[in-house]
């Protein structure tokens, strides 16, 4: 009874200051690092855990994505967000026949609690698709919560798209470009709930990215001057357009950042799916020869092996991505947890997985014993079957594979990184090549998309 008398005789200013030191954090940002009751995520955080997690920031929400076939990453995208019961997901795709058994899926699954969902089709490589499938959208839904740009179409021989650009940047970057901001709309002016979490443009990259020596806004069809194509790569072509996945994200962050739509690109791991299929077999061995010989090539060169500004530390194109990653990278949290080691359980390959290059030793020590010569005083030759062994290790599940993706469009801790980068659940901080971490190099590329699509878009 004193202490309640105390209380009460307390003037108002005491009160409020107290308060005020009750609820003081002396470390604000905190929430970056420490998990206020969430858990860190790593390299093998799933999809399905991370919606868990945020449920209630999924439930009733609007979702568009792109690329949501069966047995992809988008798939397992879309059946992880269904299990928090969001109102609508609108699937975009070239055809219903690949995400169709997505569909079957999540209403087998849910039943009358499935969400609404449409299929929209759309050829992301031609401009007049894309401007049909957004007006198709805009009369389905009201407003989008979620952008999820997760499509893409894997290295090839060089084609162009029937606007005149070439087709990996066509479909990866430019058809992405203008499906966005086409969607803009929706994404600012849709009815929303006050307690709403803001809406967010996810777009899915690769780690490839790292590799590439020059801005895609410099020779985006790889002439000589004379002829498109002369100087394609493949692989280079897919390192460009994975680049301007980075680029789009970090200057559509800064345009809305005024107007409270955070935007991310994500690097979801390297992944079994169906999309190695679609890759030439030649391709294959090239990558592979590049994964060996570890040859540095800019884009603009003549063609070669993939680009690489130092070491390669993972195998090529046999998943959602190529995942590359070139040098160790710092992330706002803790270092995160390291991939699985090999099957065959070696301390020599687990030492390889981690070290910057792939392999033991320096990167000249590396090309001598690829060449066959060695300074070391135990050699050991460089197996194929080892190096496939740490391959396989660093393989995810599509649901590992969609967890960045979902971090990126759920985890309210990233908020004031809008127009990062992540990888393995975090947001990675200076672990992009120097020329890349510039606005100009951004707001280039997007100077460059608008001259391609025909059209200017200001959302300040």
Not at 88 to 95: G, Y
Not at 129 to 147: E, G, K, T, Y
Not at 375 to 403: H, I, M, W, Y
Request: charged share 20%.
């Amino acid at each position: 009874m004193k202490r309640l008398e105390r209380i009460r005789n307390l003037t108002p200013y005491r009160l409020m200051f107290m308060a005020a030191a009750y609820y003081y954090d002396p470390f604000p940002d905190e929430h970056l690092t420490s998990d206020y009751g969430i858990p860190q995520f790593d390299w093998a955080s799933t999809g399905s855990e991370v919606v868990d997690i945020f449920r209630d920031r999924v439930r009733n929400r609007i979702v568009v994505i792109t690329g949501p076939a069966s047995g992809s990453i988008g798939g397992a995208t879309v059946t992880s967000l269904a299990s928090a019961f969001p109102s609508t997901v609108v699937l975009v795709s070239r055809s219903l026949s690949s995400v169709q058994p997505v569909i079957d899926a999540i209403r087998f699954r849910y039943h009358e609690n499935a969400p609404t969902v449409h299929f929209v089709s759309c050829n992301l490589a031609s401009q007049s698709s894309v401007r049909q499938a957004a007006a198709n959208i805009f009369r389905l839904i009201p407003r989008i919560d979620f952008l999820i740009n997760n499509a893409a179409t894997p290295p090839g021989p060089y084609q162009e798209s029937e606007d005149g650009i070439e087709l990996q940047f066509a479909t990866n970057h430019v058809g992405h470009f203008l499906l966005t901001n086409l969607l803009t709309r929706r994404i600012l002016d849709g009815p929303r709930a006050v307690d709403s979490p803001k809406p967010r443009v996810v777009t899915v990259s690769s780690s490839a990215h790292a590799n590439c020596m020059q801005s895609p806004a410099e020779n985006y069809n790889f002439s000589d001057g004379i002829m498109n194509g002369a100087l394609y790569d493949p692989r280079n072509a897919y390192v460009q357009s994975k680049a301007a996945n980075v680029l789009f994200a970090r200057a559509y962050a800064q345009k809305l950042a005024q107007r409270d739509v955070l935007s991310f690109s994500v690097h979801p791991g390297s992944i079994e799916t169906g999309l190695q299929d679609r890759v030439p077999s030649t391709i294959m061995e090239q990558a592979e020869d590049a994964y060996i010989s570890e040859t540095p090539v800019s884009i603009s060169s003549s063609p070669g092996p993939i680009a690489t500004r130092s070491s390669v530390s993972s195998g090529p194109a046999r998943g959602s991505s190529i995942s590359v990653p070139p040098r160790s990278r710092s992330s706002v949290s803790s270092t995160p947890t390291s991939a699985p080691s090999s099957r065959r359980g070696s301390e020599q390959i687990r030492q390889r997985q981690t070290s910057g290059t792939g392999f033991s030793g320096s990167s000249s020590d590396l090309q001598r014993r690829t060449s066959g010569q060695s300074t070391f005083s135990n050699p050991v030759p460089l197996a194929a079957e080892e190096a496939d062994a740490v391959q396989r290790a660093k393989r995810k599940t599509v649901d590992q594979g969609c967890g960045t993706i979902l971090v990126a469009a759920l985890d309210p801790r990233i908020e004031s990184s809008s127009g990062a980068y992540l990888e393995d659940g975090k947001v990675v901080e200076d672990g992009l090549v120097s020329w890349m971490d510039r606005d100009e190099e951004a707001e280039r590329l997007w100077q460059l998309s608008e001259t391609l699509v025909g059209e200017k878009f200001s959302w300040n």
